[in-house]
């Protein structure tokens, strides 16, 4: 089954993804923050990792930049999922590695599960 990480710390916002993504027959996985979301990433080893920016303790571009050092899981296609709009975020997480950026207030759930299966396609 194709594992699905969601690093996100609002509660709502993680709940409401992790049932769209199931939903779709993906098992999903989450974390609320960096530290757990990093960790889950190493043991689960994830096919696709969404990614919020803003964090409790360590933020996404700072996991960004730790998978990249990480063999195992640097080859784990990430997609930013953040209120950070600005050019200069969304260049930072392409520069680190993300494959694709999506803004939250931009995107339904429904519109979220069909980016991932283009990143997975």
Request: net charge negative.
């Amino acid at each position: 089954m194709i594992k699905i990480l969601i690093i996100e710390d609002d509660k709502f916002l993680r709940e409401l993804i992790v049932q769209k993504v199931s939903g779709e027959g993906y098992e999903a996985l989450a974390a609320s923050d960096g530290t757990e979301g990093l960790k889950i990433a190493q043991e689960e080893k994830p096919s696709l990792i969404l990614l919020d920016l803003i964090l409790p303790g360590m933020d996404g571009f700072e996991i960004l930049l730790q998978m990249k050092a990480m063999e195992e899981i640097k080859h784990i296609p990430v997609i930013i999922l953040s209120n950070l709009g600005q050019k200069e975020d969304v260049d930072r997480a392409v520069e680190l590695g993300a494959k694709d950026y999506m803004i939250k207030a931009h995107f339904t759930p429904g519109e979220i599960t069909k980016k991932i299966k283009e990143v997975l396609a």
